[in-house]
C-alpha cells in the first residue's frame, strides 16, 4: 500500500503566499513524476504542475511565474510553493504520484486533498 498526505492548505488573503507538501509513504521502491492537480466547486480536476523524479517540471500557464513545483526525493516529498494567489486559485488541491512498489508493480496513488481559500 502506498499514501499520500498532503499538508499546507488554508486561508490566504490575495497576494500572499502558501505552501503545500506531499508526503509519500509505503512500499515504495522508486517515484515516477509527482504532480500538483486542484480542483475548484463546479470545474474539472486540472493540472497544476507536475516533476519528473530527475527534477524537469512542467506549469500550467494559469499559474506560470508564480507557483513553482519541487521535490526531495530523499523524503519522497513534492512541494508547492505559491505566491501572488488569487482568489481565482481556490480550489481543493491535489498530490498525485506515480510510484514503483516493492512488488515491482506501477501505481497511480493520489492524496485527499487540502483546501485553499483566497480571499479578495
Known amino acids: 500500500q502506498v499514501q499520500l498526505v498532503e499538508s499546507g492548505g488554508g486561508l490566504v488573503q490575495a497576494g500572499g503566499s502558501l505552501r503545500l507538501s506531499c508526503a509519500a509513504s509505503g512500499s515504495i521502491k522508486s517515484i515516477n513524476a509527482m504532480a500538483w492537480y486542484r480542483q475548484a466547486p463546479g470545474k474539472q480536476r486540472e493540472l497544476v504542475a507536475r516533476i519528473t523524479s530527475g527534477g524537469s517540471t512542467d506549469t500550467a500557464d494559469s499559474v506560470k511565474g508564480r507557483f513553482t513545483i519541487s521535490r526531495d526525493n530523499a523524503k519522497n516529498t513534492v512541494y508547492l510553493q505559491m505566491n501572488s494567489l488569487k482568489p481565482e486559485d481556490t480550489a481543493v488541491y491535489l498530490c498525485?504520484?506515480?510510484?514503483?512498489?516493492?512488488?515491482?508493480?506501477?501505481?497511480?496513488?493520489w492524496g485527499q486533498g487540502t483546501l485553499v481559500t483566497v480571499s479578495s
Open positions: 498525485n504520484a506515480v510510484v514503483l512498489t516493492t512488488l515491482d508493480k506501477f501505481l497511480g496513488v
